[in-house]
């Protein structure tokens, strides 16, 4: 369920401090210590879960929520009709630097496309 090593379950454990946007039993969001824009969130599962390529289908409903629950937050920080940015950075092409699955929320900012 946790990993003793990993910066994001260090987070978890509140042996790292962090700026808590949210938090439930099952989920955890925080701003990013090297924001990419005015609004940059992290939200991840209290679950160890490696990255999207180590899911299973008994993790959809977690994954389901972690969405549902960064739209909520975009509602509730008044940016959700201006719009905004979910990423997932899955595996070292992808960009993923830390092996704890996470969903970027990024805005406040016009964000072009495509990424690089
Ligand atoms: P990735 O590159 O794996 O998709 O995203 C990892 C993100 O975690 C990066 O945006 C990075 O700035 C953020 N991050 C890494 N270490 C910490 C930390 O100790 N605290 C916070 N708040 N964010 C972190
Ligand atoms: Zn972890």
């Not at 599962?45 to 389901?64: F, M």
């Not at 979910?86 to 704890?100: A, K, S």
Request: charged letters at 20%; hydrophobic letters at 40%; a positive charge.
């Amino acid at each position: 369920m946790n990993d003793p090593n990993c910066i994001f379950c260090k987070i978890i454990r509140k042996e790292i401090p962090a700026k808590i946007a949210f938090e439930d039993e099952e989920i955890l969001a925080f701003h990013d210590i090297s924001p990419q824009a005015p609004v940059h969130i992290v939200f991840i599962p209290k679950k160890h879960i490696v990255s999207l390529a180590e899911t299973t289908n008994p993790d959809a409903t977690l994954l389901g929520n972690i969405l549902v629950r960064i739209q909520e937050t975009a509602k509730t920080l008044g940016f959700s009709k201006k719009g905004y940015r979910v990423v997932n950075n899955t595996g070292t092409n992808g960009g993923q630097t830390v092996f704890h699955i996470h969903f970027h929320l990024l805005a406040e900012r016009r964000l072009q496309w495509p990424p690089g």
